[in-house]
């Protein structure tokens, strides 16, 4: 299996029971995620050699968030020991027409005032296969921008292939920063991932896409993912579509070119949905597998719409599915009868 590295900012995650408002709860249920985090668990699931980098405080809320990743096999050698706080973000889950909300409390966390010298990009890259980070690392701070920029030219230099997920949060930061911030970024990255809203935000590409009333039919993508591709040499362009019905029930499938071909994934109707939290992640995390894995970049893209078709039954930010699960999803399937 592969070596592959994710780096950003891993998380504790507080969320309401049993889809209580934040004014109703007395107590939260706890676990840990974050977008790099969760990929890199995804990835050591299927088997890999998945290495996570951040910057974690040495307390005991940052040794828990060390272990969550251990738990699942995430190799944490690469993770640097300081600072003063692990981010939060709170999550109040939404049902039917009420939607899920998130409220960050992550501002001076650990990784977003971390320093070059907390990291050895030469020594992380070295023997690896792919790198992986999305737009919201960069997103944490001016000095995050930069360490990612240089984890990209350390890649590049030891022939790592790079992939982004354009991820735009914009209780992070606003479109015109990140288009700032990420287009030079850009020329580093191999496989781009990312939705409608991302490629409009991050990259400043617009879809012809109504994804709002449920309009995600794949020509609409077809003319911006040509103008990526060749704006920005990428090997693969990939993007997601999801179809909001209501928070308990969506639509879900992927589109990918790869300068010849594009290629729309089978249809997933996901309903009920347990927690959608951490469904692109484990998308980026299926994709990586599955261009690894597959001679084809059909089967690769199927791959990552089944697995994260599935996290979405998945409480949690981790997508906690095996290869084997994913397949059989993959192949058709869908019946959720037991199994004995």
């Not at 020991?81 to 709170?90: C, H, L, P, T």
């Amino acid at each position: 299996m592969s070596k592959i590295v994710t780096m950003g900012e891993i998380m504790l995650r507080l969320s309401s029971p049993e889809h209580q408002r934040f004014v109703q709860s007395e107590s939260f249920d706890v676990c840990y995620g974050g977008g790099e985090a969760n990929v890199a668990v995804s990835l050591a699931n299927y088997g890999h050699e998945a290495y996570f980098v951040t910057k974690l405080p040495k307390h005991e809320i940052g040794q828990s968030a060390v272990n969550a990743l251990r738990k699942y096999g995430v190799h944490t050698d690469f993770i640097a020991r300081g600072g003063d706080r692990v981010g939060i973000y709170f999550l109040e889950s939404g049902v039917s027409m009420r939607p899920s909300k998130v409220i960050y409390d992550r501002a001076h966390s650990a990784i977003s005032e971390a320093k070059e010298e907390d990291f050895d990009f030469d020594a992380i890259m070295e023997g690896k296969d792919w790198f992986h980070f999305s737009g919201i690392t960069p997103a944490l701070s001016d000095s995050m921008a930069k360490l990612t920029e240089k984890a990209l030219i350390a890649a590049k230099k030891h022939n790592v292939t790079v992939s982004c997920d354009l991820n735009f949060r914009k209780k992070l930061w606003t479109s015109e920063k990140a288009i700032s911030v990420m287009r030079p970024l850009m020329k580093y990255v191999d496989v781009c991932i990312g939705n409608e809203e991302d490629a409009e935000l991050c990259l400043g590409f617009k879809p012809e896409a109504d994804v709002t009333h449920g309009k995600t039919d794949s020509s609409g993508y077809e003319n911006i993912f040509r103008q990526m591709k060749e704006t920005f040499g990428f090997k693969y362009v990939v993007s997601t579509l999801r179809e909001s019905l209501s928070a308990s029930h969506n639509g879900w499938k992927a589109l990918i070119y790869d300068g010849k071909e594009f290629y729309e994934s089978k249809h997933y109707d996901i309903m009920p949905i347990v927690d959608r939290v951490g469904g692109g992640d484990s998308f980026a995390g299926g994709l990586i597998h599955g261009l690894l894995t597959y001679s084809s970049m059909k089967d690769a893209l199927e791959f990552a719409v089944s697995a994260s078709a599935l996290k979405h039954t998945i409480p949690g930010d981790f997508n906690l599915e095996s290869k084997e699960e994913v397949e059989t999803l993959m192949n058709g399937d869908a019946s959720g009868r037991v199994q004995r």
